[in-house]
């Protein structure tokens, strides 16, 4: 009986620090992984921040050429990248609206949309 408790006494000490590098090692991998998390969070947020200025920047080009063309630009839209497959994912869209005679010599207003 001695000996049986001699050999669990034996074995204690390195299974429980076996067992403590394993539970230390868990939580230094967490803080890894939600760092690394928190950086392509933020990397993301400035991308789509730089985007968001590229839109607005080209509306404001083709506002500025409506003098010259005669037509509206009435709006701009930023479509973010999403991990969906959109159709209109990470795009800038602007709208323009025309005045048009249709075949009866009527007015109508045209809208047409623009992705960049």
């Known amino acids: 009986m001695n000996n049986i408790i001699s050999n669990i006494k034996k074995y204690i000490l390195p299974i429980s620090i076996l067992?403590?590098?394993i539970i230390l090692g868990r939580f230094i991998y967490s803080g890894i992984t939600e760092k690394q998390?928190?950086?392509?969070?933020?990397?993301?947020?400035?991308?789509?921040g730089k985007r968001k200025m590229e839109c607005y920047e080209i509306f404001e080009k083709e506002r500025s050429k409506q003098?010259?063309?005669h037509?509206?630009?009435t709006g701009v839209q930023y479509y973010e990248p999403s991990k969906?497959?959109?159709?209109?994912?990470?795009?800038?869209r602007v709208e323009y609206k025309y005045m048009v005679k249709n075949a009866n010599n009527q007015t109508e207003i045209v809208t047409e949309y623009v992705n960049y």
Request: proline share 0%; aromatic share 10%.
């Open 19 to 21: 067992i403590g590098c």
């Open 37 to 48: 998390y928190a950086i392509s969070e933020q990397e993301r947020k400035e991308y789509i």
């Open 67 to 69: 003098q010259e063309q």
């Open 71 to 73: 037509n509206s630009v």
């Open 84 to 92: 969906r497959t959109d159709t209109y994912s990470d795009t800038c």
